[in-house]
Structure formats: C-alpha cells, structure tokens
C-alpha cells in the first residue's frame, strides 16, 4: 500500500453496525478516539496549507527572476537558443508549480457536523443513539477532510518536483552564462 493511501470504511455500514447493539463502551472509545482523529486532520490541512503556500512563494519569486529580473529572456537569446530553450522550460516549469500550489491551496469548502447534526431531535430520549448518531457524523466528516488533504497532498508533490525542476534549469542557464566570465577571471 502506497504511503499516502487512505484506508477508509463503509460508514453505512459502521453506521448500521453500531445501531444493531447497544455497545455503551465501544461507542465511547470509538467516540474519544473520533475527536482525536479530526483534530489530526486539522492539523494536517494546516500543516499541507503551509507548505503549499510557502511553495507559491517560491515559484513565484523563481517565475519574478526569471521574467523580470536581469533580463534573462534577453540574455538567454544571446547565448543561443539552447539557453533559450533552458529558460523557456524553467519558467514553465515554474508556472507549473504557481498553478498546482494555487490549486492545492484554494479556499475549500469543508464538510463539518451541522447544527442538525448536533441535534438530531428524533434521538433527543436515546442518548447512546445520539452518540453514535455522532460518531457517524464525525466519520463522514473525517472521510471527507482526508479526501480534501489527499488532493492538496498531491498538488503539493506535483509543486515541488515543479520547482526543483525549474531550479536546477535556472542553475544551470545560470552557470552557463556565467562560464566564460568565470574563466576569464581564474586565467
């Protein structure tokens, strides 16, 4: 199984599980450990959030040198069109990686637990029902994050690989155009 897999479960059926029996204990634990699980998909989110958006910035900043920064469109073109064809594919690459971080980190609309969920008036004289009536609720919710964080996960990944890729093209169009000055001052 690939790391970032998801191993989910058929709420439904958990759901008509936990209905079938009382299971007073079960439903605590399963219950306590829920709450634990969605705080760790928050903080997740955040933490993918983070990386996405310190990823943007930095293509960004790549993408700003690249267009704007020592004319490198014009100096590439002096040094032939290999140069050219170097500094073409960094700032794709570069545009690439804005792309996929900008999508990674769009604002998204999240499944939370509604009011109506949190008072489910038809189980107001069933207290234990009401309580895995929520765990479902938190199931669902949980299912739903890890999907949302799977999508920013990969955005994230592609991003990355994007802007190595565009680094390493700029290193080296840099380092060739710097070459002959390099040699000129070690003679």
Known sequence: MAESEIKTVDAKEIERLLLAKRY???TEE????GQLLLD???QRTAQLDTKLISLLGWTAAILAFLLVGDASW???AKTGPASTITM???TLSSLGAV???FIGVKTTVWQFSSERDWFKTSLF???LNMKKYHLISMLETHQAHSRVNERKGQRAREAEWLLAVSSVLVAVTTLVKLYPHLCAVLR
């Not at 399963?30 to 450990?33: A, E, M």
């Open 74 to 76: 014009l100096e590439s």
């Open 125 to 127: 004289d069933e207290v």
């Open 99 to 101: 792309v996929c971080s």
């Open 24 to 26: 007073e204990d079960l």
């Open 30 to 33: 399963l219950f306590s450990f």
């Open 88 to 90: 073409l594919l960094a």
């Open 40 to 42: 760790e998909i928050q």
